[in-house]
C-alpha cells in the first residue's frame, strides 16, 4: 500500500498500522476481483505490510510483495512472506507472473503512472492480469483543498507539492490500453471511509509531505487549522471522523 518514500513522506509500519489499518481491512472486494488461485504466481505492488499479501499466500498463490518503503517490506517479511525492496516506477521483472495487485498505492505513483502500467504489463505473462484498486477522482477533495488552503497562509504553495494522482475512469483505461491491457472493468466508487483514530493521524500518516515543508515549531498550528476547517464537514457530533475516498477499481487483461 506504499509507494513512493521521496516527496517527504516517510512510511514506517507502526505507525501505518495504528493509523491507517483500514487500508487493507477495505481491500476484500479488490482481492475478490483478483480471485487468486492455487500454483498462481501473484505479484502484489505497494505490498506495505503485507497484510493483503499474506491473504492472496493462503488462496495457495505463490506471491511476491514489493514495496518502495524498506520499514514496510521489513514488517511483510516478519509474516514470513517473500517482500522486496522495490520502487513501482521501476519494476525488475520479465514476463514472469500470472497476476499482478495493487491495492491503494498507484495514486502514490504520481510522477510517470505510464512507466508503472509499462512495468506490470512487463511483469506479466502473456494473458496475465492486473487487478488493482486505487484512489479515484475527486478523492480527499475537501482534504486537499483545506491543506492547500492552510499552507497557503504560511507561504507554502501546496498544489505543486500534492503527491496523488487521482485519475478519471477514461483517463487509466486509456493508459492501460496504450500499454496493450483490454480493460474487463473500471468503476470509480465513492466510498467514505471511517478514521480508526482521528484525522490528525491520517494527517501524520498520509500528508506528511506538506507539513515536512513547515519549521518544526509551526507543524502542529498548521494541521490544526486543517483539522478545524474539516471538522464541520468530515467529524459527526460523536467526533468520529470519515474521509471523503473515491475508489477507481478495476480488472484489465494482457492478451494470450
Ligand atoms: C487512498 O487510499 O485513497 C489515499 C490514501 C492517502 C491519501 C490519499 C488517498
Request: glycine share 8%; charged share 25%; aromatic share 8%.
Amino acid at each position: 500500500m506504499t509507494a513512493d518514500t521521496k516527496q517527504g513522506q516517510h512510511w514506517l509500519a507502526d505507525s501505518y498500522s495504528e493509523h491507517a489499518h483500514f487500508v487493507p481491512a477495505l481491500g476484500q472486494p479488490v482481492l475478490e476481483l483478483l480471485r487468486p488461485s492455487p500454483g498462481e504466481r501473484i505479484l502484489d505492488l505497494a505490498c506495505g505490510d503485507g497484510v493483503l499479501t499474506e491473504k492472496i499466500a493462503a488462496s495457495g498463490a505463490a506471491v511476491v510483495g514489493v514495496d518502495a518503503a524498506p520499514d514496510m517490506v521489513n514488517a511483510a517479511g516478519k509474516r514470513g512472506l517473500d517482500a522486496r525492496v522495490m520502487d513501482g516506477l521501476a519494476l525488475q521483472f520479465k514476463h514472469e507472473f500470472d497476476a499482478v495487485f495493487s491495492n491503494a498505492a498507484l495514486h502514490w505513483m504520481k510522477s510517470d503512472p505510464d512507466a508503472v502500467i509499462a512495468g506490470v504489463a512487463r511483469a506479466l505473462k502473456p494473458g496475465g492480469r492486473f487487478v488493482a484498486e486505487m484512489g479515484g477522482h475527486g478523492c480527499i477533495a475537501s482534504i486537499a483543498v483545506a491543506i492547500v488552503a492552510v499552507m497557503a497562509r504560511y507561504g507554502v504553495d501546496a498544489q505543486r507539492l500534492i503527491p496523488w494522482y487521482f485519475p478519471t475512469v477514461d483517463d487509466y483505461r486509456a493508459r492501460l490500453e496504450r500499454q496493450g491491457f483490454m480493460v474487463d472493468y473500471i468503476e470509480l466508487i465513492p466510498r467514505p471511509t471511517p478514521l480508526p483514530t482521528d484525522m490528525t493521524g491520517w494527517l501524520e500518516v498520509f500528508a506528511a509531505t506538506f507539513f515536512s515543508r513547515l519549521p518544526e515549531q509551526q507543524r502542529s498550528a498548521a494541521r490544526d487549522e486543517v483539522i478545524e476547517l474539516l471538522r464541520p464537514v468530515l467529524c459527526d457530533e460523536r467526533g468520529r471522523w470519515t474521509a471523503d475516498y473515491m475508489r477507481l477499481r478495476f480488472r484489465a487483461h494482457l492478451p494470450a
